[in-house]
């Protein structure tokens, strides 16, 4: 097996497994959102519903600041691999083209010796480049009977569920890598859960009959909020499909819909609440006892003492606050993504970090785990000292945010915004939005969840001047250009 060898060799004479260079294995979900981890706590946390997901917590690190720079799928994986935000690696939305001939961490890994692998989800169009092997699915890809492309052709996995087969595609890479004294970076990404949440037979008869509790927000009118929150299309209510999203026509389920009085929405809102977090925890659960199987076969080879395990997504989700699904907004549900660590041997145990890391980081932190400094044109920070237990002294005090896909699918207006630990302040503009442009504020102190915009407070107006001042230096910084906005279609 890779590394076996030289990891026993190593253990024998006492040597340190540190000071080699340490495999990675980057595992990445879709649209998991981090209060559905037990590890961050929440409404969920006594469910035990990510228990694998939970032991790299238990034995690393867990961010409680990881964020992203524009909450969208596509976009989230150009940065990931770039370590740029948007504006710079192109990808701005889901839609076009990603432009593969440009500088990625995985090209510099392998020009220094690192065997690089790809498997699972990716949702940027063309060829993968830098990768020694790779097996995606096209575009979002199949719940069940998922087809794949490699450099090679096609492959479709007739009668199984994505998230098995990118598991066992991954084990049997680790498993038949030909080279086994070289250093590999592993990327797991799964497709679950994704909409329209389609789980596994087996944690889908788990959880048919599940209650779980409801966000105290399910109700929210959004008074106290603008535009973009009162004119979105992202809503259990509305947009959540009775057929398609929350399979209505299940046998179980037509019963339990039959129970409660058409005409009170209420009942109707937290009946479909229940169903999708059937679903979409189902479809966790699954995702996590993968991550066991991962797991499991990196202790029984061995390969664990030397393997550095992250495990993030491509952003966050709603679970029903606000009375919304999918993402794309700065309030924290969908901006903050969760962000788990475990290096051997280095990252203290059971340890929590509460710095301001972004999904800029990425890209930088890998390079810096192989000892290989990154290009100056990378936006982000290494997140190597922070897992070492040790925060910079010049460590960024605010994050920059930019969501650009309007119009489009669940009509989240344009935003850019600027956060601190305690301040928020974004920016709504372009296309209808009144005037052109709309401010919103918030005090994540006295109002976590969001409730409220503080932008025409007086008693704020100091704070809120050094946010639009930080927002104009962090424009600055990261060089952001105005994209042209399209019209909306007739």
């Known amino acids: 097996m890779k590394k076996t060898i030289t990891a026993l060799f190593l253990l024998l004479s006492g040597a340190s497994f540190a000071s080699e260079r340490p495999n990675i294995v980057w595992m990445f979900s879709d649209d998991h959102a981090f209060q559905a981890i037990g590890a961050y706590g929440g409404r969920f946390e006594n469910l035990n519903l990510t228990p694998n997901i939970d032991r790299i917590a238990k034995g690393g690190m867990t961010f409680e600041r990881a964020y992203v720079g524009n909450s969208i799928c596509a976009p989230s994986r150009a940065t990931l691999l770039t370590g740029k935000h948007s504006h710079i690696n192109g990808q701005t939305s889901n839609g076009g083209s990603f432009d593969h001939d440009q500088q990625q961490f995985q090209k510099i890994l392998q020009k220094e010796g690192y065997q690089t692998a790809m498997i699972g989800k990716i949702h940027l169009k063309g060829a993968m480049q830098g990768f020694d092997y790779w097996e995606v699915l096209p575009g979002q890809g199949k719940y069940w009977n998922p087809e794949f492309i490699t450099a090679n052709g096609k492959t479709t996995y007739k009668d199984e569920h994505s998230t098995d087969v990118i598991t066992k595609r991954a084990m049997n890479w680790l498993k038949n890598d030909p080279d086994q004294e070289k250093p590999f970076m592993l990327m797991v990404h799964y497709k679950a859960p994704h909409r329209a949440w389609q789980p596994t037979t087996r944690w889908k008869e788990k959880f048919k009959a599940m209650t779980f509790p409801e966000p105290d927000t399910l109700f929210d009118n959004y008074q106290g909020r603008g535009t973009a929150a009162n004119k979105q299309d992202m809503s259990i209510d509305i947009t959540m499909r009775m057929s398609r999203d929350v399979?209505?026509?299940?046998?179980?389920?037509?019963?339990?819909?039959?129970?409660?009085?058409?005409?009170?929405?209420?009942?109707?809102?937290?009946?479909?609440?229940?169903?999708?977090?059937?679903?979409?925890?189902?479809?966790?659960?699954?995702?996590?006892?993968?991550?066991?199987?991962?797991?499991?076969?990196?202790?029984?080879?061995?390969?664990?003492?030397?393997?550095?395990?992250?495990?993030?997504?491509?952003?966050?989700?709603?679970?029903?606050?606000?009375?919304?699904?999918?993402?794309?907004?700065?309030?924290?549900?969908?901006?903050?993504?969760?962000?788990?660590?475990?290096?051997?041997?280095?990252?203290?145990?059971?340890?929590?970090?509460?710095?301001?890391?972004?999904?800029?980081?990425?890209?930088?932190?890998?390079?810096?785990?192989?000892?290989?400094?990154?290009?100056?044109?990378?936006?982000?920070?290494?997140?190597?000292?922070?897992?070492?237990?040790?925060?910079?002294?010049?460590?960024?005090?605010?994050?920059?945010?930019?969501?650009?896909?309007?119009p489009a699918v669940h009509s989240v207006r344009r935003h850019e915004g600027v956060s601190g630990k305690r301040f928020k302040l974004i920016r709504y503009y372009g296309i209808d939005v009144p005037n052109g442009e709309e401010w919103e504020f918030f005090d994540l102190k006295n109002d976590p969840k969001e409730m409220t915009s503080q932008y025409d407070n007086p008693e704020y107006a100091a704070e809120i001047a050094k946010l639009k001042k930080e927002l104009a230096k962090l424009r600055a910084q990261y060089k952001v250009v105005d994209i042209p906005q399209k019209e909306r279609k007739k």
């Open 247 to 406: 399979k209505a026509k299940l046998p179980e389920r037509t019963q339990e819909l039959n129970k409660i009085d058409e005409n009170d929405k209420k009942a109707l809102i937290s009946l479909k609440y229940q169903w999708y977090m059937r679903d979409y925890l189902a479809c966790i659960a699954g995702v996590d006892e993968n991550i066991g199987f991962l797991l499991e076969y990196l202790k029984e080879t061995g390969l664990d003492k030397n393997t550095i395990v992250m495990y993030s997504a491509d952003q966050g989700f709603y679970l029903g606050e606000h009375g919304w699904f999918d993402k794309r907004f700065m309030y924290e549900e969908s901006y903050r993504t969760p962000l788990l660590a475990h290096w051997p041997g280095v990252t203290a145990a059971g340890s929590r970090n509460s710095d301001l890391v972004q999904n800029i980081d990425f890209a930088e932190t890998f390079l810096d785990l192989a000892g290989i400094e990154a290009p100056k044109d990378m936006q982000g920070e290494s997140l190597v000292p922070l897992l070492k237990g040790k925060t910079p002294a010049d460590w960024r005090s605010h994050l920059y945010y930019h969501y650009y896909e309007y």
